[in-house]
């Protein structure tokens, strides 16, 4: 995060949103706590003056395109900005690509870049506010904020709550985000997956490691299911598609003894990879309201940046 801190009760006072690790229980409950008020309600224009320019390295349905209607729920004007027909193919840096786009006005990058950190050093040498829309393996806050107020939503709370995360937890941001989330706000959590997509050292997090499904889903409240991103594998890390949903693939038979367990996803999802269709489509699944809440906690996210930044 940027080293601005937060301080008195249900106030942002941060500059920049890059991630859930450090944010202290009351930070992310500020977010979803307005998140909640947004929810349903009337377009406004609280940001009817400013500009979001969007970033993205990688390809996105969901982030970008909540994040697009988030602004313009709020009034901001967003700019089309391609990265991939930019001068970023030309060799110009982020930072330089930032810094001239700021001095056209943008107060707001949304940003999704494949590589891990890459947001830190950079927050501090441009005025405008920066979100992480996902950075390589690291971290994707928004995504984690949304699985939360998914969760608090359905559960009434996050305290206490037992949480299996299942898949490709190596390369996993989301994995990261909510794992520093779930466990400021009190959740219990397991990270469940073969012993090479789980990395070494995790239980330093504060995380339980399991390499069975359906023992790390005894008296789970929620399990979050994440696909194999097979894109960013250097080598072969599971043996086939087939054996991995053979043991790790979240199918109705092996959810059916658990009957309260939520289903989340952040998709983009590969059926009967990591997830069976039935399961996805099914009653315990939640994954359409996250994406639907994805969109009042972004809106969140923007407005208590801008109140930080002195212009609410
Ligand atoms: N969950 C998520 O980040 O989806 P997109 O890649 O489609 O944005």
Redesign the pocket.
């Known amino acids: 995060m940027a080293k601005e801190t937060s301080s008195a009760q249900g106030v942002w006072a941060r500059k920049d949103l890059l991630g859930l690790e450090g944010l202290s229980a009351q930070e992310i409950e500020t977010i979803l706590d307005a998140a909640a008020s947004f929810k349903g309600a009337p377009v406004s224009d609280a940001l009817a003056s400013r500009t979001v320019a969007f970033l993205f390295s990688e ?6 395109s909540s994040f697009e209607m988030a602004a313009h729920r709020l009034g901001a004007h967003v700019l089309g900005f391609s990265a991939a027909s930019s001068s970023l193919l030309k060799g110009e840096s982020l930072l330089d690509t930032m810094k001239n786009l700021e001095a056209m006005g943008v107060d707001y990058f949304v940003v ?1 870049h494949e590589t891990s950190g890459v947001l830190e050093p950079i927050a501090g040498l441009v005025r405008a506010s920066i979100v992480n ?2 950075d390589g393996a690291h971290e ?1 806050p928004t ?1 984690a904020l949304l699985d939360l107020f998914t969760l608090r939503e359905r559960k009434g709370r996050i305290k206490g709550l037992r949480v299996v995360i299942v898949g490709d937890i190596l390369h996993s941001r ?1 994995a990261r985000s909510n794992i520093h989330g779930l466990r400021a706000l009190g959740a219990r959590v397991t990270v469940c997956g073969p012993a090479t997509l789980i990395p070494r050292q995790i239980e330093r997090m504060g995380v339980r490691v399991s390499h069975d499904l359906s023992a790390a889903l005894e008296d789970a409240d929620a399990v979050n299911v994440l696909r194999l991103q097979l894109e960013r594998q250097k080598q072969n890390l599971v043996t086939s598609v087939s054996d991995y949903f053979q043991s790790f693939g979240l199918t109705a038979e092996r959810l059916k003894p658990f009957p309260d367990c939520l289903v989340l996803h ?3 999802i590969n059926r009967g990879v990591e997830i069976a269709s039935d399961v996805a489509d099914g009653p315990q699944s939640v994954i359409l309201d996250q994406v639907a809440n994805g969109v009042a906690v972004r809106m969140a996210v923007l407005s208590l940046l801008d109140q930080a930044r002195g212009r609410g």
């Open positions: 390809p996105s349905t969901r982030t970008r999704r829309a996902g994707h995504q989301v952040p998709g983009p």
